[in-house]
């Protein structure tokens, strides 16, 4: 019944955008104008549209990498590191991911100085700087809430067979957690790749960006409806499979 | 009050921790508007995204085939797209055919303003991770309940609005809990539409001031500040609606 319904969302995505272009094009121009101007910008917005999926890429990579590290730190055994991880975790969490980018746009350096060598940090990587922040607390959540989902029988169990305890956690607990993480882990990566047009705000020049160029190009108003329509479409058509594959994850683990 | 300002007029020229808008009147006002207009977004945006979810649930049990589509696309698409894209669509793509009136001196000015178009944006957004919030928490509730509500002699709204949806509210409540927090940290991406929230004004704050390290670490603690009054609040009111026997504790 599920996936029924999934087909008619594109539908309905494609009827919003084309309904709303139709009504905004004035009476003699045709919307043959409108498709002629997407097709003329596509490569442009779609270099953007690389950056887009560039950038998640990299700081899924790196988030997870350090999010992992750092739920390994909320279940630690250390009281004063289990207390840093999570406070480091809920800050990282809580903040708005837009403050977040501002913040590592406007405070990391736009250059650094290594053994005499001037290198400059581009823009794009400062702002995956500041999308990775809250990729990482995101993944250690997802990674605490993992571990303590196994059932404390799997430690005891372990401990009994002589397993030490990071023994136990890296042969027996985290592979059993990587099941359960998976679908978690891929719902915050489309939702990643949802925040990575919050880079085009401090200046970056990725697929939003792009099509805002494009249109002030233009400079014809009938374009904003099917440019900026065109764009929500790319988008969920990347975001959308991603989608799918997760709720289908989950109902296999929930059987 | 006096006092605080001086004390921070000192932080300025001894530290060079220059926080304006504890000593300046004009900085201060506007900070305090851009926080208004942050929690007003939020409020508004979180009552039309609630009723969106209850509405868009319901119309999803709907007989009615093509309301049930519409539901369905509606929720998978707005679930799928970029919040900002999302925004920009609205504001600058449906904004420009939409009707203009004349203000005070004659200009054209669109009948939906950037703030209206912000919350009807993150309304949409919202409600869309509401309907499917709503629906799990009616799935939960067991059909015996309310086929027991109907046998004790209540009527099927009855029990749908006695029995049913007091249950699921609850047990959708720490969704719901998530969903608002999201909202509130949503509200930042209103700035790209030039709407004066508290990361609008903080810009406009930090570039006359100059400076910015220090209303960063400001607006970073007044959001985390309100954030998580709002997981309290929500907290607190969770345990107090907890059905007995469920959970632990």
């Known amino acids: ?255 | 009050m006096d006092l605080i300002e001086s004390l921070f007029r000192e932080l300025n020229a001894s530290a060079g921790i220059n926080l304006t808008i504890v000593y300046d009147p004009f900085d201060r006002s506007r900070f305090w508007s851009g926080f208004l207009m942050t929690v007003y977004l939020a409020a508004a945006a979180l009552l039309a995204s609630l009723a969106l979810g209850v509405l868009g649930a319901a119309a999803q049990k709907s007989p009615i085939a093509p309301l049930r589509w519409l539901t369905d696309g509606y929720v998978a698409f707005f679930r799928n797209t970029p919040p900002l894209v999302q925004m920009y669509f609205f504001f600058f793509g449906l904004g420009s055919i939409t009707p203009t009136v004349p203000d005070d001196l004659g200009f054209p000015t669109p009948l939906i303003g950037n703030v209206a178009w912000a919350i009807v944006a993150l309304a949409l957004f919202a409600g869309a991770f509401n309907v499917e919030i709503f629906r799990s928490g009616l799935e939960a509730v067991p059909k015996g309940t309310a086929e027991a509500a109907t046998a004790l002699g209540l009527t099927r709204l009855q029990s749908f609005r006695l029995v049913v949806l007091p249950l699921a509210f609850r047990t959708c409540l720490p969704a719901l809990n998530n969903n608002l927090v999201n909202l509130v940290k949503t509200t930042t991406l209103a700035y790209a539409i030039g709407v004066p929230e508290m990361l609008y004004v903080s810009n406009q704050i930090w570039s006359d001031a100059l400076n910015v390290p220090e209303m960063m670490t400001m607006l970073l603690l007044v959001y985390i500040g309100l954030v998580s009054l709002l997981v309290w609040a929500m907290h607190r009111w969770e345990s107090a609606m907890r059905l007995p026997g469920f959970g632990e504790r």
Not at chain 1, 7 to 25: H, I, N, R, T
Not at chain 1, 202 to 227: C, D, Q, W
Not at chain 1, 239 to 250: G, N, S, V, Y
Request: with cysteine; aromatic share 8%.
């Open chain 1, 1 to 255: 019944m599920r996936r029924a319904a999934e087909g008619k969302a594109v539908c309905f995505a494609v009827l919003l955008v084309l309904a709303a272009s139709a009504w905004a094009q004035p009476a003699h121009s045709d919307i043959d104008g409108a498709l002629a101007a997407l097709v003329r910008w596509a490569p442009l917005i779609g270099e953007g549209f690389v950056l887009n999926v560039l950038i998640s890429v990299i700081a899924m990579t790196v988030g997870t990498v350090l999010g992992l590290l750092l739920g390994l730190g909320q279940v630690a055994r250390m009281r004063w590191l289990s207390r840093l991880s999570a406070a480091l975790t809920q800050f990282f969490r809580n903040a708005p991911w837009l403050v977040l980018l501002f913040y590592c746009i406007y405070v990391l350096p736009f250059r650094i100085t290594l053994v005499g060598t001037t290198l400059a940090i581009p823009n794009w990587v400062r702002a995956t700087v500041g999308l990775t922040l809250p990729v990482m607390a995101n993944v250690s959540e997802i990674v605490r809430g993992a571990v303590q989902s196994v059932p404390s029988g799997q430690w005891e169990g372990s401990a009994s067979l002589a397993l030490s305890r990071s023994q136990t956690l890296w042969l027996v607990i985290l592979p059993q957690c990587l099941k359960r993480m998976l679908p978690p882990w891929m719902n915050l990566y489309a939702i990643l790749l949802m925040s990575t047009p919050l880079a085009s705000i401090v200046g970056v020049e990725e697929a939003l960006t792009m099509t805002r160029n494009a249109l002030g190009a233009e400079r014809r108003s009938e374009l904003l409806i099917p440019f900026y329509g065109a764009l929500l479409v790319a988008f969920f058509l990347a975001c959308w499979p991603i989608a799918l594959l997760t709720r289908r994850l989950e109902a296999r683990a929930a059987v």
